[in-house]
């Protein structure tokens, strides 16, 4: 049985808005990031190699930000999920932009953990990565669930030994997600007739 889920950052709980038009360099810049394992190097080479002050830097980092927005049928199920489950953040990216995510979702109040290759040295998929967040819950990899837009990172996460499920879509992934839920609170209800179901079926 889990007792933890840990989310990918952009294509699970956050997407492109889709009428967004950040600028071919915002656009060439957050491509960059997914690769971020060192925060002090990207953005050095960055203001090398685009020739940026530190102000048009920050200005990009924060157009970049306004790219995304919430999944929101995954962020109203997040509070029931809260009292059921640890909750974490495995994402490929420069930790920068944390604030600003911070700011507009107050996600170390949402979730328990916020796992950052740029902090960390090592992104996805990596299994060390997935090990060390269980690690930082801990929780067994058995007992936890990631989701990813990536195959290759679902791989990376099968291969550390946690359960996946792989958002090919957002309303793919979020509805394979709610039948995973769903199985697994029945399964406990089964147990132990004390437990509330999670799906958005009891919202």
Known sequence: MIDTIFFDLMGVLLFPKGNFEAGELA???DRQIGKVTNDVL???ETLHRYQLRDDEFSQLLQTIADKYEPYIPLW???PRLKKHYKLGIINNGT????????ERYHLSQRFDVFISSALEGICK???AIYRLACQKLGSQPLN???MDDSAENIMGAQQAGVQTIHWSSK???????EKYIH???KAANTASQTNEPITSETR
């Open 125 to 127: 998929p990596d299994p």
């Open 183 to 185: 199985h697994v609170t």
């Open 42 to 44: 990207f953005k050095e």
């Open 95 to 102: 930790y920068l932009t944390y604030p600003l995510f911070e």
């Open 27 to 29: 656009d060439e810049i």
């Open 76 to 78: 109203e199920l997040l």
């Open 144 to 146: 936890c669930l990631f």
């Open 171 to 177: 309303e793919q992934g979020f509805q394979e997600f």
